[in-house]
């Protein structure tokens, strides 16, 4: 998995007791930050990048001790250190993801009603909901996600007025069940402006 692969989930700020793992010793530290593809955990001195590692925590308490083989990816002196998780069982990455998203969607300030976004695939065209949108892509609930690494084109109503948004996103991720998360590829100027005003100042979700 490459550095832009690991960025490409949601992720969450946290505080959960982590053990960290390497060269045969344990070590207690803190989870910061939580997401699909690793995690940023404290640490008492620096590790170096590809250092490989072991971890263990639990996500929420409604969730199982989650255990992952991974790989430190950069290190902030004093702060910490960025794992990317390299050996996660699927199913768990899925509920990380349903735990981010959930809690992503509480932290919004201005929550907003989802709106329709159309989506037209290769096999098809489907209608789903659409949430947390930034300029950088959205969330669209559909109960049939496509594949991450397919391209779609989305149509939406930005609901500030204006013609409809056509772009061209690709999937970075899905969940099972639940939705996907895609990334414009093609937004004009004028619609990113657009975007941006309407999301306005609250915390965006990233992908």
């Known amino acids: 998995m490459t550095w832009s692969e ?105 929550p907003r009603a989802p709106f329709a976004a159309q989506v037209e695939h290769e096999g098809g065209m489907l209608i789903g909901f659409a949430r947390s949108l930034c300029v950088r892509g959205m969330f669209i609930e559909t109960k049939k996600p496509l594949a991450p690494g397919s391209q779609s084109r989305v149509r939406y109503h930005l609901g500030d007025g204006g013609p409809i948004i056509v772009a061209t996103a690709e999937i970075k991720y899905s969940v099972a069940k639940l939705g996907m998360g895609v990334e414009f590829v093609d937004l004009s100027p004028a619609d990113l402006k657009r975007i941006d005003a309407y999301v306005g100042n609250e915390e965006s979700w990233t992908i």
Do not use: M, N
């Open 6 to 110: 690991f960025r490409k989930y949601p992720r969450t700020q946290v505080d959960i007791p982590t053990d960290c793992i390497w060269e045969g010793i344990t070590h207690h530290t803190r989870a910061l930050s939580l997401g699909g593809g690793g995690l940023f955990v404290q640490v008492a001195e620096p590790i170096a990048p590809d250092t490989e590692l072991a971890v263990r925590l639990r996500p929420a308490g409604h969730l199982p001790v989650v255990k992952a083989e991974a790989q430190v990816r950069y290190c902030l002196p004093d702060r910490g250190v960025g794992v990317e998780f390299t050996e996660i069982r699927p199913e768990i990455r899925q509920k990380i993801l349903r735990l981010i998203l959930h809690r992503l969607e509480e932290k919004r300030r201005f």
